[in-house]
C-alpha cells in the first residue's frame, strides 16, 4: 500500500475542503540558512503562501515519519536541531526505517508532495550539475526526480556554484520543461538575468498551470521547473559575488568536502563571507517564489 504522509492540521483541512497547497522544502531550513534567520524566514514564506491564498505544507521526516506540513512548534524544533540529514530520494526510505529526523531536499521534498497530493512546490535554489562534473559526476538527484515526479517546482534559477549550462543540458536530455517566467533569459539566482536564454518561457500562473495539467493528460511523467527572477532591489551585483562563490568553491575542493556535504557547505560558507547580504536576497527570492507556487496552485483548482 501506499505511504500516506501525515498531515497538519491545517493542511488536512486544507484538503477536505479543496484549498490550493504549496508545498515547502525544509533542507533550505536545516542546511541553507543559519538559525535564527531559517526559521523566521520558513515562517515568512509560509505566511507569504497564505496571505496569496494557499495552504503551506513543509516536507520533513520526524521520527521516521513523513510530514506534509509542520506545526509551528515541529518547524521551530527542526531549525534548531543539530545533526539533522539531508535526505534524497536515495535517503528517504532509509532514514523512515530507523526512525530518523531529517530535511527534504527538491527531490525529497517533491517525492513527499506527490504523497500528500500536492501539485506545486516553492524553494530558492535546485540542485543541478556542479562545475567539474565531467570529473566528480557530481549531479544532483533533483534534476532525475524532476523527470519522475508531477510536481512543478518553483525556483530562481541555479546558483553559480553550478555549471548552469550543463544544468540545463541534463534537464534537456530528461525532458524536464525549464520555463523562464516573465523573461527570455535563465535567471541565475542572486541576478535576475544569467547569460543564457530559457527553454520556455510564460507570462502567466494560468498557462504553468495549464501546462502542468496537460503533460498529466499527455501520459508524460515528472514535473516543471519555474525559474522565477529574483525582483530587482534584492539583486546582488555578479561582480560582489561571484568571487565568493569561487573562494567557497577552492575551499571545499581544499578540505576534500565531496558527495551530499557539498552543497551544504557551499551555501554555509556563501553566507558566512557575505556576511548577511546573501541571505537577504534568498530571503526575498524564496518569498517571491512562493507568492508565484500559490498563484499556479490556484489555477490548478
Ligand atoms: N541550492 C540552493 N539552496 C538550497 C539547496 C540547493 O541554492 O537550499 C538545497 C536544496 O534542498 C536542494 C539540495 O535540493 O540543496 C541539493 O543538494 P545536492 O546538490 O546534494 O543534491
Ligand atoms: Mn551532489
Not at 3 to 12: H, K, M, N, R
Not at 55 to 67: E, F, M, S
Not at 130 to 138: L, Q
Not at 265 to 287: D, K, M, P, Y
Amino acid at each position: 500500500m501506499t505511504y500516506a504522509p501525515i498531515l497538519s492540521p491545517e493542511v488536512a483541512t486544507a484538503k477536505s475542503e479543496g484549498h490550493a497547497l504549496v508545498a515547502l522544502e525544509s533542507t533550505i531550513i536545516t542546511h541553507g540558512m543559519p538559525y535564527p534567520q531559517n526559521l523566521e524566514t520558513a515562517r515568512r514564506v509560509e505566511a507569504e503562501v497564505r496571505a496569496a491564498g494557499a495552504v503551506p505544507a513543509t516536507i520533513a521526516v520526524i521520527d521516521g515519519q513523513l510530514h506534509a506540513g509542520l506545526t509551528d512548534a515541529q518547524l521551530e524544533n527542526l531549525a534548531q536541531a543539530q545533526g539533522v540529514s539531508k535526505l534524497s530520494r536515495a535517503d528517504l526510505a532509509a532514514c523512515m526505517a530507523a526512525g530518523g529526523t531529517g530535511a527534504t531536499t527538491v527531490a525529497a521534498t517533491m517525492i513527499g508532495a506527490h504523497l500528500a497530493g500536492i501539485k506545486v512546490f516553492a524553494t530558492g535554489g535546485i540542485g543541478g550539475v556542479h562545475k567539474g562534473a565531467e570529473d566528480s559526476f557530481d549531479i544532483s538527484a533533483d534534476l532525475r526526480e524532476l523527470s519522475e515526479t508531477p510536481v512543478t517546482v518553483v525556483a530562481a534559477g541555479a546558483k553559480a556554484i553550478l555549471d548552469l549550462p550543463k544544468t540545463l543540458e541534463v534537464l534537456e536530455t530528461y525532458g524536464v520543461p525549464v520555463i523562464a517566467y516573465g523573461q527570455d533569459v535563465f535567471p541565475a539566482f542572486w541576478s535576475a538575468a544569467s547569460d543564457l536564454i530559457a527553454p520556455l518561457r510564460m507570462d502567466s500562473a494560468a498557462d504553468i498551470a495549464a501546462a502542468h495539467a496537460l503533460r498529466a493528460q499527455l501520459g508524460l511523467p515528472g514535473g516543471q521547473l519555474i525559474a522565477n527572477p529574483i525582483p530587482a532591489e534584492a539583486e546582488i551585483a555578479k561582480t560582489e559575488i561571484d568571487p565568493i562563490i569561487v573562494q567557497a568553491m577552492a575551499e571545499a575542493g581544499a578540505q576534500g568536502i565531496a558527495g551530499k556535504a557539498v552543497t551544504p557547505f557551499l551555501l554555509q560558507r556563501i553566507f558566512e563571507l557575505t556576511e548577511g547580504r546573501s541571505l537577504e536576497a534568498n530571503i526575498a527570492l524564496v518569498l517571491n517564489n512562493a507568492r508565484l507556487a500559490a498563484a499556479i496552485a490556484r489555477e490548478l483548482g
